[in-house]
Nanobody, 123 residues
Framework: QVQLVESGGGLVQAGGSLRLSCAASGRTFSNYAMGWFRQAPGKEREFVSAIRWSGDSSYYADSVKGRFTISRDNAKNTVYLQMNSLKPEDTAVYYC????????????????WGQGTQVTVSS
């Protein structure tokens, strides 16, 4: 019912910025909570950020708080993750996820997932 496609990843120098996009297709996108997760080689998938369907509340992992900003544009069926002051530790595959029940910090909560986009931060 919902398809998600991430884009905007790439290679950036430490201290730089990237903006990830997650384009969604399907019915009632505006009623889906959205989350961003990331997974680095040898590590488990971890929570990055989430936003409610209304966009009035957002949540961040401690490791990215103050550097990353999640937002959504329901008219464009798109969720964004603005990443500033990037660090080599941010290097990972970034995934967006969606669920109609609401947001969560747990990956197992989300029903729909994108294919991921690679973010590499050089030192």
């Amino acid at each position: 019912q919902v398809q998600l496609v991430e884009s905007g990843g790439g290679l950036v120098q430490a201290g730089g910025s990237l903006r990830l996009s997650c384009a969604a297709s399907g019915r009632t996108f505006s009623n889906y909570a959205m989350g961003w997760f990331r997974q680095a080689p040898g590590k488990e998938r971890e929570f990055v950020s989430a936003i409610r369907w209304s966009g009035d509340s957002s949540y961040y992992a401690d490791s990215v708080k103050g550097r990353f900003t999640i937002s959504r544009d329901n008219a464009k069926n798109t969720v964004y993750l603005q990443m500033n002051s990037l660090k080599p530790e941010d290097t990972a595959v970034y995934y967006c996820a969606a669920d109609s029940r609401g947001s969560s910090r747990n990956a197992s909560w989300y029903k729909y997932w994108g294919q991921g986009t690679q973010v590499t931060v050089s030192s």
